[in-house]
């Protein structure tokens, strides 16, 4: 792979050697902005909150913070989720 | 098969890569998305200077506005972690917003107010803020710099944890640590906060809690609490 993409390059070694350079450097670029934060998700350590799911959709509609009791005595457990990680 | 070895060398290369961009650059994007909080609170404090006469007593205060989405409403300091370590708060606990800082649990307390302001932050990642959440004893303060006042919480000893240890380890379907009153921290209601995040360091399988009870409540024209001096 990597011998053909050598010989595909156009121009003696130094002027292939840069162009190399620019695509390991492109390639790094794409995995930093788009592979690894969609892949991010996918693994454990984001995790940081009790019970996600029901957290967020304790919220209202537009994420408006739901109505509280007098007080404000709320109980974010009523969230459905879980505590972030 | 010479091909394959080089798939094999850009698949581990790759996944290298990803090891740094986890624990590298993830802290890198927390840091500026924090400038970035920092400068929309600078904003929001001067709108209120601006509106609002100061010396205001405490218990004149107007009650504190709701908070709205994508909007930090505060930035929180804790002595413990040491003093170059802060943090903003923003609404909201899901991934989105823990990428910006610290997240607030949406439905729960509000700074300062009754029942149980609930606040999650990655442990490892993003600059990790609640790296040090297991390092907090009883009696440590977290203070909070909102928009208008600056608020204390004292940690305390839950009473399910014997000993003086003040963090609590538990499931993540324990969802219970963020009622208004805790039944693992406390029996009576009150001003309270809950401080969650995960453990293991990279693992999610067991979440960490801190809880703590308002001490104070001052404005910001105040001046620091002496929490945060010296």
Known sequence: MYGWIWRTLPGNAWVKLLISLLLVL????ALFTWVFPWAEPLLPFSDVTVDQENVTSTTGPGG?????????????????????? | MRGLGEVFITL???ILLFVVYQLYWTGVLADRARADEMHKL????KRIVATKPKDVPV???PAQAPYHDDEPFGTMYVPRFGSNWYKTIRPGVTPKELQRGLGWYKGSAQAGEDGNFA??????????????????????KIVIEGISEWFVY?????????????????????????DAVPEKAYKT???????????????????LIVWGHLESRTPLAAGKPAALQG
């Open chain 1, 26 to 29: 492109a390639t790094v670029y």
């Open chain 1, 64 to 85: 408006a913070p739901r109505p509280t009791g007098a007080g404000g005595a709320t109980s974010p457990a009523a969230l459905p989720g879980g505590l972030p990680g």
């Open chain 2, 12 to 14: 581990g290369v790759v």
């Open chain 2, 42 to 45: 600078d904003e929001a404090r």
């Open chain 2, 59 to 61: 218990a004149q205060m």
């Open chain 2, 119 to 140: 606040i999650a932050g990655h442990r490892k990642t993003y600059g990790d803020p609640f790296l040090n959440v297991p390092k907090l004893q009883v009696g440590d």
């Open chain 2, 154 to 178: 004292t940690i305390d000893k839950p009473v399910s944890l014997s000993g003086d240890k003040a963090v609590l380890k538990t499931i993540p379907e324990d969802v219970h640590v963020l």
């Open chain 2, 189 to 207: 209601p009150g001003k309270y906060i809950t401080l969650t995040t995960c453990e293991p360091e990279f693992g999610s399988t067991h979440r």
